[in-house]
């Protein structure tokens, strides 16, 4: 567990596993973070902390959802407080892995898509408090308390940062950075989804494990319900900050207009991960259908090859059957040059019908380059 306190001037101040005991002053918030194993454990001395500091503990449903592992993105709202769960991109490499889950560099189906794990963050936001509760090893909570507890925070193009003004203003920072993490992984994805389409439109491919590819459609599939779950819980969230009653300061208005121009880039970044997942489940699927038409097309010019020998030898294997037959009058045979003759009219028939396929197109170099 871990406890800072944040002013709207200087560094954050590490309270460390220590709960608050006095309420927060009007210009400062504090930001109570937990795993989910020390929620369930120190779960007493956190709600009565919360009745004591905000009027209010948390009510029996919502301990539940954040207690919950697999709790899909979603948002709900009391009176008193807010609630957003929202569900973090984990990944093989810093053990995060789903039991049962292949290793990660493993060859078997695609290694991106393999390794996409996904772990909910609970966000309950207070009007001077924000509690949160993380998985195990969660590099977002690590990421901000370093940089809260920065003499001088900087943002990612190395500018000044803007001051965390609100537990609301905390959150979504914390849900926009899980959102950032979305959008690094389309680089992998769309490499991975243009190996597959580029072996799948080679002419000679022989593709043997349609498994992988079916379970990389289904994983893309996945991401996407994961992404519909999280616009979801944040429009909610939208339209609850527009329902909340104007700020009679205009200091505190001009924060609130802030914080909705921030909740909508968040819902922009997500709609952008929507978009890219599902142009990259309809490529997937466009390129398995041109590897189908692909070989069809290539079956049809192997067979259209076949019958136009076929038809070049026909005749020829009728002027030999003619010249076989068991007549003792047969023209040409008894003449001295009369197998040259009968060679010399089979040429001239194979030229002829050659020629004829030729013009007609069925015997032609096909470029795949085109």
Known sequence: MRTL??????????????LPLAPSSATGFYWVSCTRAEFAAQLPALQAMLHRQCGMALVDLHVSDLLNAQL??????????????????????????????????????????????????????????????????????AHFVQRLLSEQPTDTRGGQARRT????????????????????????LTRQLDHWQAALLEPKARISNWSAILDARLALHQLDEICEDQRAAIQEWIEALD????????????????????????LEHIERVVHHVRRLEQSAETAVQMHFSLQSNRANDIMR???????????????????GMNFEFIPLVHKQDGFWWAMAGMVVVSLVLIAYFWRKRYLEHIDRDV
Not at 79 to 107: H, I, N, T
Not at 165 to 186: C, F, G, I, K, Q
Not at 256 to 262: C, D, W, Y
């Open 243 to 266: 329902a909340w009653p104007p700020e009679a300061m205009p200091h505190a208005q001009r924060e609130r207009e802030l914080l909705k121009v921030r909740s909508r880039d968040v």
């Open 72 to 141: 899909p993105s979603n948002y709900d709202a009391t009176s008193q407080y807010d609630l957003m769960v929202f569900q973090r991109l984990a990944s093989a490499e810093s053990g995060e892995a789903a039991p049962g889950a292949p290793p990660a560099g493993a060859q078997h189906g695609a290694p991106v898509l393999a390794r996409i794990v996904t772990r909910p963050v609970g966000m309950v936001v207070f009007d001077h408090l924000l509690l949160t509760v993380h998985p195990e090893a969660c590099p977002v909570r």
């Open 5 to 18: 306190h944040i002013a709207a001037t200087g560094p954050a101040q590490d309270l460390g596993e220590e």
């Open 305 to 323: 090859t076949l019958t136009t020998i076929t038809a070049v030898f026909l005749p020829l294997n009728l002027i030999a059957a003619v010249f």
């Open 165 to 188: 003004s609100s537990p609301a203003d905390l959150m979504l920072r914390l849900v926009n950075h899980m959102v950032d993490s979305y959008l690094e992984l389309r680089r992998e």
